[in-house]
């Protein structure tokens, strides 16, 4: 407990408050009071990571005094900066500092520190362990009380504490860099330990070095941290079966990135908590433009690709009413030539659709890759679809392959009853094609298998992932995919939607596309 | 030289950076224009102050400057700040702007709005924007001129003035800040006395719909912002239970005697005599069997707007909680899984069957506690009629940027005479308990998801 009026007094010598206004030139105005100018940068990229700043203050023995949240949604917005002053002339005063840099939105409820390390051991499908809430610590002075009800959620927060001297009658600065390494590493306040520069690491917070230099850097770091590696490897180009067949292989290159990984439009609608966001890294890396064919499978087995199991096959047409004696009905895969082989493939075990993908020399791709050539790749921000779309606005039958089945809650797509059923992947490039890269398919056609295990973001095998190529890497009988299928009512689809398939059953819904390195 | 320097847009130096002080080193003292800006809205509070019990309804504000003949803004000549309680309240919203001399025709346009709504460009949501453009008159080399606009809440989402015909400004600083005087926001206690089993939610204005909120919603499902103002109202506590439901019982589904779920209505609570479900909220009634309840108790069903404001904890949250994801203890919800609902996606699936309503206020964080009471499962447990008729956000009913006890009444052109639910259910996922989540469906569509509470006026003669 302290007493308010001292409370009172920090708060207001905190940070340029209209309440001490002590920027610019009044500042030679004002009484020789001690000062430390807190100077802060960061280099994550603004606003698309970092968009906004928390300050909070505590005293040397953590009492909470005040905490204030801001936007700085501008390179031009960093560093940001703030003065902190010793109340009176006579006494030295140090204060804790945490700062958050973080990006809009992404807060979760205020319900007490909950400090959480990454976990290291546990079942990876059990969800990562949550301290309960205690609700503590609060601000509160006699009067009232100014707690904050959200705080900046861990897994996209650089997270620093700094501990700060100011002495009576010394005008100072700090500078400090919120480093993008340190994203996702919670500071723990309790026993004041602090990521400065090293994922997942935290140092002892040590009284933070100041200079008599006032001068505000006029350039921020905003941007250089280094993740941005060009994909320098060669995209494939479109080839052909013996027979003239077009294959669909061709692949597109996409340069390394980081991104927040996880979306709003996925927030209540998975198993368990699709939102749970986080930042990866991702390198370069290649994809291909269209969803793995029929005609390209059967290509690779003339060239000596060997599965463990045919895909299931269907040598009649796929009834278009949608009148099926089995699921195998659906299925694309034939074994002669018919008028399907640009289809994409469906109906494969994923042993079988993974060995495919390393045959050809990379693997299918990880969630986080796939979530980001679907929805970020290409343009400034996440969009709800590969072509945009916009928040409230779902995909429309011109636009992608869905609604297709033969039931009144799955045929909004199929309403004269004879459009039940997958379609070549050239229909799938009239609309639903992304920005940017133009990769084909990705919101409907056929939902595309992953090479993680299924797991929800609030699992330990998620929060143990580093930030450079996360991926559930478990043995497990459910696998993930991400993308709608042909069956599927346009209320389910989007591409944030998390899914899942077992990996010995093949499904007409499920099919493949594959990655390989960018280097 | 002096024809280059129409452009600083500063704030002084108590004014709204409240963190930077870089642009104070920008700002010009003589031959400039001082524009305050003053507004009659909530807004938060500023660091220190004392938290206002009224809810904040804008937090940011952006000022563009257009050059004589230009539709596109001076470089440099765009700011943005984040606005509070003291910045405002103390007449210190200003900003120094340097035209060039004795030159008519520069305009700034100011736009007071909420950061939340703002898309991911940082462009405000036009629909709950307050966007007033203004003439600057012109200043000589000597002098300093004080000139304020003022952004009234009225005018939200109907832009005042535009860079073609700007309205003028008023002359002079402010002589006073007018800041949270809108009676709309106001907090408002009930005046009339309680109803049996009712809570008293106090009037006060929101922002119903949310342009970012989360989850996936089809089209037209999830309104954009709309300032509502709504009057006190008692509610039920809690959704009306079998008990209480019976003596008003029209012919009911009857719960079968099977808890396996072999059909629907062997999810079903009401029994026609006293049965195992006495204190579950009743489910399978009508929206006319329910609108009927609460008319015969003196009352009648919650408005959508009414009940998206207590659903978001009067203040536009997620959840009445806050935005937190749920876990299973939190709500009720995600606990189909059993009978014919063996496909659902079910979260929080029950180890035995059948799976099904829960009793009153099992939800731990799914209340919302108001001074003279709680309300419990406004998120989940069970949809709840509300009194409305389905319309499109862009259909009559919601065109109006402000609203004051909103109540449609119209059918939808797109959609037909569609009653609405609101508030998530037992079966479904936690997507369906977001507060700005709304559903258009037939009214004498009778489910095992969806039950009712009852509002009763709480000021006298309404």
Redesign the interface.
Known sequence: MRSPASGFALVALVACTAVTPACGPSVKELPPLGEVLVIVDTDMPVPRIVSRLRVDVYTAQHTWYVSRDIPRTRTSDWPASFSVYVPDDTRELEVLLRLRAYPQGEVRDYRGERFAPRPTTGDPFAPAPVPPPTDQPRIVSDEFETTPTTEPTPSTAIDRLVRLRVKPGVRSSARILLHGSCVGTMADLANETTCIETEDERVSVKEEPTVADMTLPTTSRAGTFDFAKPCTATPRAAGFAADGTPLYDEEVCVDGTLFVFGSNTGFGHAEVDAAQKRIAILPPFRIDRYEVTVGRWRDALARGFWPTASPVINDEPIPRDGTLSSDGRSCPYTTRRMDREDYPVACVTYASARAFCQWSGGDLPTEAQWEYVAMEAGRPFETPFPWGGAPGLGATCEQAIYGRGALPINNECNKDGQHYGLVSVRESAKGDVSLGLGVVGMTGSVSEMLRDAYAPLDTNCWHRQPLAFPFCNEPAKLRSSRGASFTLPGSSVFPARRMMFPADIPSSEVGLRCVRSGT | MRALRHLIVGSL???L??????D??R?VTEGQLLLYVDTDAPVP????Q??STVTPLFD?LRIDVFPPASDTPCPGCTN?F?ING??LG?K?ASFGIAPAFETAGYRARVRMFK??FAA???EPNADSTIDVTVALPPVDATNKREVSVFLPVESVGQPRGSLADPVPVADGALDRSRVGSWPGAQRVDCAAPAPEGAVCVPGGAYWMGN????????????LQPRLVVISPFYMSANEVTVRRFRRFAVAQKRWTGSSAGSTAADWCTFTAEPGPWEDHPVNCVTFEEARGYCKAVGGDLPTEAQFEYVQGGLVGNVFP?????PTCTDAVYGRAGWGTLATA???CKPAVPPGSVAKPGEGVRDRLDLPTGTLVDLAGNLNEWVRDRWNRIDEACWSAKLHHDPFCETTSPSDGNLAVHRGGNWSD??????ATTRFGRSGTQADAQTGFRCVWPAVPGR
């Open positions: 130096a108590t004014a950076a409240v963190v930077s002080c870089k104070e080193e700002v509070s500023g660091p220190g004392r938290p940011r943005e984040e003291l910045v103390q210190k950061t939340d991911a460009t940082g342009p970012n909120a989360p989850g996936f919603t089809p089209a037209g499902y999830v909680w806050g935005r937190d994801e996606l079910s979260p996922i936690a997507a369906r308990m977001i």
